[in-house]
């Protein structure tokens, strides 16, 4: 069942609904994709570069990640109002990616945050034991 979750941001009130399954996995192909390409291993360990992620990272695939969790968040323009429009980054994210950020870190959350925690699927850079299993292969 998909599950909303409401937050505020910078004064600026957002509800995030999970992606549904086919959004769901073809983002999640995507930012494993991306996040791969940080990833380095060498001497049995693995470690992440900002440096690698910021040199593999296209500017069309982090405005389709954007886009798609855009198409599941509203946000309250007006404090107060009834009225939640979708959220429509070249409207309300534009110029002020400190808030962008901030929110696409939320609204990835509401949608893998049990998938990268350490309850989750992916524990310690190992999906689902492949790690150890290919290791010892």
């Known amino acids: ?21 086919s959004d769901g996995i073809e983002l999640l192909t995507k930012l494993l994709s991306i996040a791969g390409m940080a990833l380095e291993y060498g001497a049995g360990k693995e470690s992440f570069s900002l440096g690698r992620l910021a040199t593999n990272l296209k500017a069309n695939d982090l405005k389709m990640v954007i886009e798609k969790l855009a198409n599941r968040t509203l946000i309250e323009r007006e404090a107060g109002s009834d009225k939640w429009p979708k959220l429509e980054p070249e409207v309300d994210l534009a110029g002020d990616y400190n808030l962008m950020f901030k929110w696409l870190k939320f609204a990835l959350e509401v949608n893998y945050g049990g998938f990268f925690s350490e309850e989750g699927i992916l524990k310690n850079g190992d999906i689902l034991g492949l790690k150890k299993i290919a290791q010892t292969a």
Do not use: P, R
């Open 1 to 21: 069942m998909l599950k909303t979750k409401e937050t505020t941001i910078d004064g600026m009130n957002f509800k995030v609904t999970q992606l549904g399954y």
